[in-house]
């Protein structure tokens, strides 16, 4: 009796086992069948997409977004930047203060979509061809020639880049360490010709001439002065991307937008777009101490006090905010002209305790130009009133301000 109760259990056992194995092994074929299928429509997809051309793969900044979930190389992760709601400083206002995080982008700031502009531009015009050796010279105090360096390693380009002596260190490592060429010049007025950006150009028009002025065999090479504050790519970076982001992440419900200008691209590219689809928008400019910028937009005078005979203590702008600030009129800038309602002027202390109330109560390690965004964000939002929505940008994060501004 025992022992076929024992012999029942065994075969009832051994028809379980048998059972499982075949149920997973059909599984299996069935899922490999599957991934092969998938395997070879993903392939497909791959390989028609890359036989496309890289202007058309690049022709939007914004082209990671469009539905899909694999971009080709670095360009295509620039642009589509979330927006986040800065919760501190709402509740501290009554008003939503909304920020656009373009230190998301990959080479950490919102210049990624000014770089690429300038250099998707220049190879339609062609001016500079991928692969070829060519140069990119430029004159920055550090966003935009990184933004520049790590676009031309990806396009096969070298870059060379003219700044300041005086910027926050990291970034010239960063740029050295994204295999541009780095020359530091002592900070001068524009009208110097060794000014950084003066003396950006005057290196890409020698790109290539040996000591006689004469060009080299390498007729192919070409040395390109992006000219950042005078090229609209820059303005039309943001007018085609950063301005309708902006537009359907709110859904269209702004009503002020503030941020700072030292090309003026931005303010310029995003207040037209925006102005012509929401007429009630209020546009204001951050402007940090040392800019002549609000003054201009005030009372339509280039003028800043520390310009007054026996205050200046450096050329180009006294202040320790980075990025943002000029005294001088561009063509980028220009084309913000009509759309700017006000002005609003931001001391680096006021920028200083912006940035440490932000890390200490958000979170958020901004650098110096957001900063001075956030703290003209809030001034406006207590001037409109509570129940308003601000949009500002956080246009790079501390990381690249260590050695000056935190």
Avoid at 78 to 87: A, Q, S
Avoid at 101 to 115: H, I, Q, Y
Avoid at 204 to 220: I, M, T
Wanted: charged residues 25%; contains cysteine; aromatic residues 6%.
């Amino acid at each position: 009796m025992l022992e076929s109760i024992s012999d029942r259990n065994k075969h009832i056992a051994i028809g379980a086992a048998l059972g499982v194995f075949f149920t997973l092994s059909t599984t299996a074929i069935v899922l490999a069948s599957k991934g092969r299928l998938f395997t070879d429509d993903a392939h497909r997809r791959k390989t028609h997409s890359l036989s496309k051309k890289s202007d058309q793969q690049d022709s939007s900044v914004a082209e990671a977004g469009k539905g899909n979930t694999i971009c080709d190389g670095v360009a295509g992760l620039i642009g589509n930047t979330p927006m986040m709601r800065i919760k501190s400083l709402s509740d501290a206002t009554g008003c939503g203060i909304l920020a656009k995080a373009e230190f998301l982008n990959p080479g950490g700031s919102t210049k990624d979509r000014v770089a690429l502009s300038m250099i998707n531009t220049a190879e339609r015009d062609r001016i500079l061809t991928p692969g070829n050796g060519s140069t990119i010279f430029e004159g920055t105090v550090g966003s935009t020639g990184i933004s520049l360096a790590m676009i031309a390693k990806a396009r096969g380009y070298n870059a060379w880049i003219v700044m300041p002596d005086d910027v926050a260190l990291e970034k010239s490592q960063l740029l050295e360490k994204l295999g541009a060429h780095v020359e530091k010049v002592r900070p001068v007025s524009i009208v110097d010709k060794n000014q950084f950006v003066n003396l950006a150009k005057r290196r890409a028009l020698e790109f290539g001439k040996d000591a006689n002025g004469e060009g080299s065999s390498e007729s192919q090479r070409t040395g390109f002065f992006a000219d950042q504050f005078e090229n609209l790519a820059n303005f039309e970076a943001h007018f085609t991307t950063t301005g309708p982001e902006i537009y359907k992440q709110t859904k269209g419900r702004v009503d002020a937008i503030v941020m700072g200008a030292g090309t003026g691209g931005t303010l310029a590219g995003v207040a037209k777009y925006l102005k012509a689809r929401l007429p009630s928008l209020r546009t204001y400019l951050a402007d940090p101490q040392g800019s002549g910028l609000f003054n201009k937009i005030k009372y339509n005078v280039m003028y800043s006090p520390t310009e007054k005979e026996g205050k200046r203590k450096r050329h180009q702008v006294d202040t320790v905010v980075e990025g943002v600030g000029i005294n001088r009129l561009t063509r980028n800038f220009a084309m913000s002209d009509g759309f700017i309602d006000d002005a609003i002027k931001v001391t680096d202390q006021e920028a200083i305790d912006m940035a440490r109330y932000l890390v200490h109560q958000e979170g958020l390690f901004i650098g110096s130009s957001s900063a001075v965004n956030c703290v003209a964000a809030v001034r406006i939002a207590r001037e409109l009133g509570p129940g308003h929505t601000i949009v500002t940008l956080l246009c790079d994060s501390g990381q690249r301000h260590l050695t000056k501004f935190w």
